[in-house]
């Protein structure tokens, strides 16, 4: 069995260079990959193309990597919690490319999936559309959209084994999954990390098969967003 388990995050992200296009998992702040994005703040890679759900918060995510300027580019559906991609996009300092949420997570799951383009009713008539070829079906108009895929992908789990088989939770299921799937090189980091065998086959979420590097974080955070405590 190929050995995927590496000591540390500075391990997993080794050979991830200047100019990278990463994904990196989570949904707002859950199933952020909190580790490996500290590693690369410490190894200072820069002028990477980021594709994530969201553009983390000014001290959260995505949001320390914009800070330190090492994003040259997002590709994103939500960025409405980050002051400072806010000031960076309106100073033309950022590259960004935002799509509806759902495009998005289509277009990620199609690059795991070999499909290389897909029409959607998403979009259409909308700034979205300008330079994209869109078609007619049953008397209705789609957009084609491209697959996304990655140099590396970023994945956080709760539970995983040895062999790469991963387990989320909650919301963590959401873009984690598709994006394990749509990295040439996919990373994960778990809270736990267990023995090839002793996770339930029918819990696995994404089989080993789609990671090639893995290792147990540590001091995870539990963020919230919005925390509201009465109307």
């Known amino acids: 069995m190929i ?6 995050a ?24 909190e580790n490996s994005i500290a590693a ?13 759900n969201n553009a983390g918060v000014d001290d959260f995510g995505i949001g320390f990597l914009l800070k330190t300027r090492q994003v040259k580019k997002m590709i994103s559906s939500y960025v409405g919690e980050n002051a400072e991609f806010e ?10 490319e935002l799509t509806p949420q759902g495009t998005l997570a289509e277009r990620i799951r199609a690059g795991g ?17 300008e330079g994209k070829e869109t078609r007619e079906f049953n008397g209705k108009t789609y957009l084609m959209e491209r697959w996304l895929r990655a140099d590396f992908s970023l994945v956080k789990a709760w539970k995983g ?13 959401n873009f984690n999954p598709m994006m394990a799937a749509a990295g040439k ?12 065998g002793e996770l339930d086959p029918n819990m696995i ?25 009465r109307n």
């Open 3 to 8: 050995n995927k388990v590496v000591q540390n």
């Open 10 to 33: 500075d391990e997993a992200i080794r050979d991830i260079q200047d100019g990278a296009v990463l994904m990196l998992g989570g949904f707002g702040l859950c199933g952020i990959p």
């Open 40 to 52: 690369l703040l410490k190894k200072g890679v820069k002028d990477l193309t980021c594709i994530s």
């Open 87 to 96: 000031r960076q996009l309106l100073s033309g300092e950022l590259e960004v």
């Open 113 to 129: 999936a070999g499909i290389p383009a897909f029409f959607t009713p998403a979009g259409v008539g909308t700034e979205i559309a």
């Open 161 to 173: 084994d040895t062999a790469g088989n991963l387990i989320y939770k909650g919301t963590a299921r």
């Open 185 to 196: 090189i996919t990373i994960a980091e778990v809270e736990e990390l267990v023995p090839a």
């Open 205 to 229: 979420h994404t089989p080993g098969i789609y990671v090639q590097r893995i290792f147990q974080g540590t001091n995870y955070e539990k963020r919230i967003e919005q925390r509201t405590v």
